[in-house]
């Protein structure tokens, strides 16, 4: 009973630890010399940091209020010289050094062994981008190379299926820190290399510069950059860089941006899918339509070419001449006729006329016989007349063996100057008509 009347609180011990360190003079006011690591500047504008040197390290904030006197940017890997006071967190049991401010003392002992391998490699060719592999655009077999459990890992398989429910996914579980950790990544890397994917990301989630470390080894560097299948590197936070950030294909800032970079997103890729095939089939319908309109308008020129076109249109203009033709003929057939009935209404007008002489004169026998002499006289000429009109009749012309020759043209030929050897000439009778071809032409005179 007596000891549990003794018994503190945890509050109490806390309390009066950190009384002690606020009374030991030797903590107010102490500078320490240590390596940055750890390193995170809070959206409240305080700082959290490790300082560290080979063998111990010590918690340390520098709160908002004193960060005005700080002269340059803190980073991972950084030698500084910190002063403030060493005190005891009492809701975490846990002490550190409250920082005031900063002096910077060189360059920590890994951020030189990374410079001098980033130069190294970089010497070496392994960061050019001529061996840079491109990211396909739609990968479908993606391989990951992190620890099985934790945030990256899930971040990465939950943004996958989100953009690409259909992707394949291969998980090598590899250390991403501590012992064994370059030589897990290296066989992770070798192993789904091997698996005929279609990119890999290697990676893991933030933390120090000592939890990235085996990102920033030479072996890790060597077999991303000897492997076949293209390499997006997507380790720690957007501010971490690491060796495999140089040598990778393509870097991401985070692992989530790692999965977007990867697995192309499935929803937008059936979207531009159903845009190309809309542009295609309007592409090709109008390609069709110039075809088809070029098609009509060869075949229309082909038709305009073709013997059987030609012939027919010669068909149709010979059938416009021959009802020319046959109208003028009747026209002059007619004319023709007028006059010859012309001339027999005269001829009778005359022969009435000689009856009534006759009738006349028929008591004088002389004047009888010489009016007689006069009207056989009269009628010869009169048949004379008749012969001569008869024989300008295009009728009587044409049944004595004559014919109405016209050349090519429709016009009618009337002298040998206007044939030609080989012309078609047609000639009509007075039954029909017929075309023929000049072989050759005898002007009067040669024989």
């Known amino acids: 009973m007596k000891q549990l009347r003794n018994a503190y609180t945890v509050s109490q011990v806390n309390g009066y630890i950190s009384n002690m360190f606020a009374q030991d003079f030797a903590l107010s006011g102490i500078t320490i010399k240590g390596e940055i690591s750890n390193l995170k500047y809070h959206t409240s504008g305080h700082i959290y940091f490790t300082l560290k040197d080979s063998a111990s390290q010590i918690s340390g904030v520098m709160f908002a209020r004193d960060r005005a006197g700080l002269q340059f940017k803190l980073e991972d890997g950084m ?5 403030g006071n060493v005190g005891v967190y009492e809701r975490g049991g846990n002490y550190q050094i409250y920082a005031r401010s900063f002096v910077a003392d060189g360059i920590g002992d890994l951020y030189v062994r990374f410079e001098q391998l980033k130069e190294e490699l970089s010497d070496m060719g392994l960061f050019d981008p001529m061996y840079k592999k491109p990211i396909p ?127 192309f997103d499935f929803q937008k890729f059936i979207e531009d899918l159903a845009g190309y095939k809309m542009t295609l089939n309007s592409v090709i319908n109008e390609h069709i339509h110039d075809a088809r309109q070029k098609t009509s308008l060869c075949k229309l020129n082909v038709n305009q070419h073709n013997p059987k076109f030609i012939l ?102 009337d002298s040998i100057k206007k044939v030609k050897e080989g012309s078609i000439i047609t000639t009509t009778l007075k039954d029909g008509r017929f075309r023929s071809r000049v072989e050759e032409v005898i002007y009067a005179g040669k024989s």
């Open 79 to 83: 030698s500084v010289l910190c002063t």
């Open 137 to 263: 655009d739609y990968a479908s077999r993606i391989g990951i190379v992190t620890a099985k459990t934790g945030a990256a890992v899930r971040d990465i398989i939950q943004i996958s299926k989100r953009r690409n429910p259909y992707v394949d996914i291969t998980l090598y579980p590899a250390l991403v820190q501590g012992d064994g950790a370059v030589e897990s990544i290296v066989r992770g890397i070798k192993t789904l290399d091997l698996m005929n994917l279609d990119v890999i990301i290697v990676g893991r989630g933030g933390g120090s510069i000592e939890d990235l470390w085996a990102f920033n080894e030479r072996d890790v560097a060597q077999a991303i950059f000897d492997a076949d299948t293209p390499i997006i590197s997507a380790v720690g936070h957007e501010t971490d860089t690491t060796i495999a950030d140089f040598v990778a294909d393509l870097r991401a800032p985070t692992p989530s941006a790692g999965a977007e970079l990867a697995v």
């Open 312 to 413: 027919s249109g010669y068909q149709k203009k010979s059938i416009l001449l021959k009802s020319e033709l046959d109208r003028h003929m009747q026209d002059k057939l007619v004319l023709s006729k007028d006059k010859l009935k012309n001339y027999l209404v005269i001829s009778t007008i005359m022969n009435d006329r000689l009856q009534t002489f006759k009738h006349r004169f028929r008591d004088f026998d002389g004047f009888s016989a010489l009016m007689e002499k006069s009207l056989d006289k009269a009628h010869h000429k009169l048949m004379l007349r008749t012969e001569r009109l008869d024989a300008v009749s295009p009728l009587r012309k044409l049944s004595g063996g004559y014919g109405y020759v016209q050349g090519e043209d429709g016009h009618r030929l």
